[in-house]
Nanobody, 122 residues
C-alpha cells in the first residue's frame, strides 16, 4: 500500500505561482510513475504532469512551459511548481502513483491523494 499526502494549494492571483507537494509513504519501492491530475466540477479528471522513477517527465499541452514536475532528494516527494497561473488552472489537484509501466504516458494510477484546491482569481 502507498499513502499520498498533498499540500500547497490555495488562492492566488492570475500570473502568480504556487508549489504543490506530494509525500508518498508505505511501499514506495513499487511506484514507477508519479503524477498530478486536476479536476473541475462536471469534467473528467485530466493528467497535468507526470514523472517516472528515472526522471523522465511529461506535461499536458495546457501547462507546458508554465508547470514543472520534480522529485525531492529522498525520491518519495514530488513537487509541482506552477508559474504564470491562469484562471482556467482553477481545479482540485490530485497526486497519484502508478506501479505499472504506463506505456505512452497512459497512466492507470493505483493510488490517489485526497486532493488540494487551487483557485486562480482574475
Amino acid at each position: 500500500q502507498v499513502q499520498l499526502v498533498e499540500s500547497g494549494g490555495g488562492l492566488v492571483q492570475a500570473g502568480g505561482s504556487l508549489r504543490l507537494s506530494c509525500a508518498a509513504s508505505g511501499s514506495i519501492y513499487s511506484i514507477n510513475i508519479m503524477g498530478w491530475y486536476r479536476q473541475v466540477p462536471g469534467k473528467q479528471r485530466e493528467l497535468v504532469a507526470a514523472i517516472t522513477k528515472g526522471g523522465s517527465t511529461h506535461y499536458s499541452d495546457s501547462v507546458k512551459g508554465r508547470f514543472t514536475i520534480s522529485r525531492g532528494n529522498a525520491k518519495n516527494t514530488v513537487y509541482l511548481q506552477m508559474n504564470s497561473l491562469k484562471p482556467e488552472d482553477t481545479a482540485v489537484y490530485y497526486c497519484c502513483a502508478d506501479t505499472g509501466p504506463a506505456v505512452g504516458w497512459n497512466l492507470s494510477p493505483d493510488y490517489w491523494g485526497q486532493g488540494t484546491q487551487v483557485t486562480v482569481s482574475s
